[in-house]
């Protein structure tokens, strides 16, 4: 294979060539993601982040919730090396401990929005006729009807139950955003189910009498899963904005629960004397964001098989 | 073509209605319904009874989505229970405000990101390329409110107008408060959340005139064009750049929604006084004829640029036909 030979510099590849097998999807999809430079500061970055998000609250012993009025506003100093917020709270300690639930948070969505998109575009793809016009001209409409104003009426819905389950915590969070954010994925799915389902091996699968359920699930989709993952880790990204959007606006996850949105809630109206408690939640932010999607680019790359592979200078 | 055109406003419609009786429906479902903004503790039982009957709440569903739906058909779209004024004043006095921002912030991120698309395509993985794809992935990632208080606090906090010794730029607002019509005013407190809605924008416009660009670039007709011998500006600017906008433009219109959530949040930083921050206000107040005002005018606005889209792509594109 020319491939092959092109990876010489590659340690991985060096010894796949001299021996006589193949090297496995597994090698291959490595030495193509290991090209991508940015790729690999995110796995880096994010692998930090998450060190930090669980040990950080696990050393320090901080109790997020806990107020210091003696200590209100303070500059980022050797004590608070991000300074404190208008309750005294220490940001550096809040900052993991929201990073835990900001980090679930977007998780837990992708995997909402992951699943009912999922299901959603193999049934359109794969029955086609009547079941996909109707469930594509759904997800049209749902993608015509601006998202976070559904999200805000959403919030707003819940809020006003006063039911201390369904207000402020992040679960109902998570479920409002995953159920409003899966058309990307249906969309993807669906189009990947439209060009396999007629592939040779699908019908081989059914000659042999495999149900739908057994086609779908264990010959159409691994075949999609590629792109599937990279949507999913990309949903990560959008999903960690989204709630901290929310969160900001003060329609997502309520104090005293510290998360990277909420926290920025009250940095607009104290900005001009304590500019600390505006810049480094939305860093947190920025920077994790930033970090999934560029593995989500990695990833990209290093799925298709149609990617060159360019040999290292 | 102007039967394609009425084809396509006559499918418009059932989109609408659709949208029309999913707010409606939504409205219905928050506890208390569209009353629970009158519940007070000095109001009694009785009085909420009357204003039931009053307001047209004591008839099924289906009617009352009826009576709802001609009343707007003939533009009573209710009363703002938080101004006392008609929804459609209060809408259509703001809806000027966020096109205004939304469409400079639109034209300034394409005036970027156009040429900087097309030359990335051109130099694929050349510094400029770099940046380019650096700045759709930043433009991605960054939370637009997080940029718009960060800009807020450079241009408005940190840095001082030299002459005055007040802020550079104005944090809020359309015009200062008070002032006859300036341009340099209006001006001045557009820069910021302008700003903040360009790089929102500019991320997905780099990536596709990159994309459009490259997709162009390695045909066939091209490779033609400089086998004739014309000059690389020639064919990248006349035979690439006018085929690879095409896809552009289709974006245009399903961009739309995604717009309109950046206004509200930026309009909210920025009290900008535009559609968001009076959709976001009256949330919070509960103002129901208000919310459903606003939810319906965006879905009308989303449904009719789409089908701009598709017209003005038709006309562009000679490979479409109307029949």
């Known amino acids: 294979m020319a491939t092959q030979a092109k990876l010489i510099t590659d340690p991985l590849a060096s010894t796949a060539a001299a021996m ?33 998000t669980i040990f950080v609250p696990i050393v320090t012993n901080y109790d997020p919730l806990k107020t210091n009025v003696d200590h209100i506003r303070e500059a980022p100093s050797a004590q608070n090396i991000f300074g404190t ?61 601006p998202q976070l104003f559904l999200l805000l009426m959403f919030a707003q819905l819940l809020r006003t139950t006063n039911e201390p389950a369904l207000s402020g915590g992040p679960f109902p969070i998570i479920i409002i955003i995953g159920v409003l954010s899966w058309m990307g994925i249906a969309r993807l799915v669906r189009g990947e189910f439209l060009a396999l389902r007629s592939k040779d091996f699908v019908e081989a699968s059914r000659a ?76 947190a932010i920025f920077i994790t964001v930033l970090a999934i999607n560029y593995v989500g680019d990695g990833l990209r790359d290093a799925l298709d098989p149609r990617t060159i592979v360019k040999t290292e200078k | 073509m102007g039967k394609y055109i009425l084809r396509r406003l006559l499918q418009a419609i059932p989109l609408v209605i659709l949208i029309s009786m999913t707010v409606f429906l939504l409205m219905n479902l928050i506890p208390g319904g569209p009353l629970a903004a009158y519940e007070s503790p000095g109001i009694t039982p009785e009085d909420l009874e009357r204003l039931k009957h009053e307001l047209g709440l004591d008839v099924p569903l289906h009617i009352q989505y009826w009576n709802w739906l001609s009343a707007i058909i003939r533009g009573n779209w209710g009363t703002s229970i938080v101004s006392g004024r008609p929804v459609l004043t209060e809408i259509t006095e703001r809806i000027f405000n966020t096109l205004y921002l939304s469409i400079v912030a639109f034209i300034g991120s394409l005036l970027i990101s156009i040429p900087l698309g097309v030359t990335s395509a051109t130099r694929q993985y050349s510094k400029i390329d770099n940046l380019a794809t650096t700045i759709a992935f930043f433009g991605q990632s960054i939370p637009i409110f997080w940029m718009g208080l960060i800009l807020i606090i450079i241009f408005n906090v940190m840095i001082k107008n030299p002459n005055t010794g007040g802020p550079l730029l104005p944090g809020g607002g359309m015009s200062t408060i008070g002032s ?144």
């Open chain 1, 85 to 145: 917020d208008e309750l005294g709270r220490d940001l550096f300690n809040r900052l993991w401990a929201g990073a835990r639930i900001s980090l679930m948070i977007g998780v837990a969505t992708m995997m909402i929005s992951v699943m009912i998109g999922t299901i959603m575009g193999a049934v359109a793809g794969y029955y086609g006729g009547a079941a996909d016009n109707i469930l594509m001209r759904f997800t049209d409409f749902m993608l015509s009807i």
């Open chain 1, 208 to 283: 042999l009498g495999s149900n739908d359920a057994r086609i779908i699930f264990r010959h159409i989709l691994p075949n999609a899963a590629s792109s599937l993952i990279v949507a999913a880790t990309l949903r990560v990204g959008a999903a960690i904005i989204t709630e901290s959007t929310l969160s900001f606006l003060g329609f997502g996850v309520q104090p005293p629960t510290p998360t990277w949105g909420n926290m920025l809630k009250n940095a607009q109206a104290q900005m001009t004397y304590a500019p600390w408690t505006a810049i480094f939640p939305g860093l």
């Open chain 2, 180 to 323: 006859d019509f300036s341009f340099e005013d209006r001006l001045k407190h557009l820069i910021l959340p302008a700003s903040v809605l360009i790089f929102f924008n500019l991320g997905t416009h780099v990536r596709y005139t990159r994309s459009g660009m490259l997709d162009v670039l390695h045909q066939d007709y091209i490779r033609t064009a400089h086998a004739k011998g014309l000059n690389k500006r020639t064919v990248i600017l006349k035979h690439a750049l006018r085929n690879s906008l095409l896809p552009l433009i289709t974006i245009i219109g399903l961009e739309l929604p995604g717009l309109f959530n950046g206004a509200l949040i930026t309009e909210t930083i920025f009290s900008w006084p535009g559609m968001g921050r009076l959709f976001f206000n009256s949330i919070d107040r509960a103002d129901y004829s208000v919310m459903m005002g606003v939810l319906l005018m965006n879905a009308i606005l989303i449904v009719l640029s789409g089908l701009l889209t598709d017209i003005v792509y038709g006309f562009l594109n000679p490979r479409i036909r109307f029949d």
């Open chain 1, 20 to 52: 006589p097998r193949e090297r496995t999807m597994r090698e291959l999809v490595w030495s193509r993601f290991r090209q991508h430079r940015a790729a690999l500061l995110g796995v880096s970055v994010l692998t930090v982040i998450l060190l930090l």
